[in-house]
């Protein structure tokens, strides 16, 4: 190699490279918000071009978890299953007004936001969000995971 | 047969059970008593007039008027491409109606559903039990009394 003999970083933002790169998420999709996450993950938008293309139907193999339409009291408990079965690092991106704040349903039904339930990393808001804006949401994210305190195995825990 | 023969018809063989006939935008009601409703619809399912399928059923709730809650059958006839609604007022604040899972499948679930979100019982139905809604939900969310916004949360909510 000419010019390129070695490369210095910081272990912590080696890392953090890898992990924003690498998001296998898994999609909670519970109403028409879908159809944008769908449109986002096709090849018109195309999320795969940020590293997030690689979509699992399992929490224990995902550590993004996207939270996409309403969620309602009786689905709870099962939204807190599924965030707690991810491995560490997880984040979750809240999709869509219903996700963030309940939206336009505020009645005996729907949860007020998933942050009461779980916590949340990036909120898309929007009733759909464009692609754009997810992809935006994204980006966010990955500047989220990029800058903060990585955890990793043999790490001291302060 | 015409659609005033039809309803004139229908009262005519059923005058004991149905009180009043109506007509809005085209749509056909009848008012009918609690105590003939399954004789009724077992007439207009059967026989000439061969409403076969049930369509739908719900309920409505009149808070303030003497007879709160107001049963909603619709039925249709695939042979006469013609619809038929039909109304039953019931008083009191649990009320119970017979149940119409004995003519038509469909109704066990719709019925539940009514049971679920109005509270009012059906006599006869095998499987009263709550569709929609949890265990431990307390209430009636559909019923006008039920306050708004009040929530019945599984899981402990944050702030």
């Known amino acids: 190699m000419s010019g390129f003999d070695f490369l210095s970083t910081r272990f912590d933002t080696a890392l953090g490279w890898a992990r924003k790169f690498s998001l296998f998420h898994y999609p909670f999709i519970t109403a028409c918000c879908g159809m944008e996450y769908m449109s986002t993950a096709c090849a018109h938008f195309d999320i795969d071009r940020f590293g997030a293309g690689l979509t699992r139907f399992s929490p224990r193999q995902a550590d993004l978890l996207l939270v996409v339409g309403t969620v309602s009291h009786k689905l709870g408990p099962v939204l807190k299953t599924v965030y707690e079965q991810m491995m560490e690092p997880k984040w979750v991106i809240a999709f869509g007004a219903c996700a963030v704040s309940g939206g336009i349903y505020q009645n005996y039904a729907a949860i007020q936001g998933i942050d ?39 790490r001291k825990k302060t | 047969m015409e659609k005033e023969d039809l309803i004139d018809e229908i009262r005519k063989r059923f005058s004991a059970d149905v009180e009043s006939a109506l007509e809005t935008l085209g749509d056909q009601t009848l008012v009918v008593r ?6 009724l619809m077992s007439g207009l399912r059967d026989g000439p007039f061969d409403y076969a399928i049930l369509l739908d059923l ?39 109606v017979d149940s119409l899972t004995g003519l038509w499948k469909n109704a066990n679930w719709l019925e539940r559903e009514v049971f679920d979100m109005f509270g009012i019982g059906f006599m006869g139905h095998p499987d009263l039990k709550r569709i929609l809604m949890y265990e431990g939900f307390e209430g009636h969310p559909l019923r006008k009394s039920y306050p708004w916004r009040k929530e019945q949360p599984l899981v402990p909510q944050k702030d």
């Open chain 2, 34 to 39: 609690k105590e003939g409703l399954v004789r």
């Open chain 2, 58 to 96: 719900t309920c409505v709730d009149f808070l303030a008027s003497e007879n709160r809650f107001e049963m909603v059958y619709h039925v249709f006839s695939l042979n006469r491409n013609r619809r038929l609604r039909i109304k039953v007022s019931l008083p009191g604040e649990y009320p119970v």
């Open chain 1, 116 to 154: 009461r339930v779980i916590p949340v990393d990036i909120y898309i808001p929007g009733c759909p969000p464009r692609p754009e804006m997810v992809l935006d949401g994204l980006l966010k994210l990955q500047e989220k995971i990029q800058k903060q305190g990585q955890d990793w195995r043999w």
